[in-house]
């Protein structure tokens, strides 16, 4: 079981910036890649950006690259979001979770708000 610990949510304006972090509880942290994801108001959670275990290998939604980066530090068994560039269309509670041998696993963190206003 895995669990996960986000902080670094909360209120800029546009063009502002945040960095999450999300904190794992769990053995061998770096054999799990590991992803963010958001659920703006009134939508559904979807992916945001992801890492692989070794950190060589990212990959982001459309609606985010180029101005959030995802990282990892597996001595800390923590991972990253560095957001740049905020728009208002990035404001959503934010999420961390983990992944398998290419399988999501149920275990979320607990949420982090991210509002951008105009």
């Known amino acids: 079981q895995v669990q996960l610990v986000d902080s670094g949510g909360g209120e800029v304006e546009s063009g502002g910036s945040l960095r999450l972090s999300c904190v794992a509880s769990?053995?061998?942290?770096?054999?799990?890649?590991m992803g963010w994801f958001r659920q703006p108001p009134g939508k559904e959670r979807e992916f945001v950006a992801g890492?692989?275990?070794?950190?060589?290998?990212?990959k982001y939604a459309d609606s985010v690259r180029g101005r959030f980066t995802i990282s990892r530090d597996n001595t800390k068994k923590t991972v990253y979001l560095q957001m740049n560039n905020l728009k208002p269309e990035d404001t959503a509670v934010y999420y961390c979770?983990?992944?398998?041998?290419?399988?999501?696993?149920?275990?979320w963190s607990q949420g982090t708000q991210v509002t951008v206003s105009s």
């Open positions: 979770r983990a992944s398998f041998n290419g399988n999501w696993l149920d275990s």
């Open positions: 769990v053995r061998n942290f770096n054999t799990y890649a």
């Open positions: 890492i692989a275990y070794t950190a060589y290998t990212t």
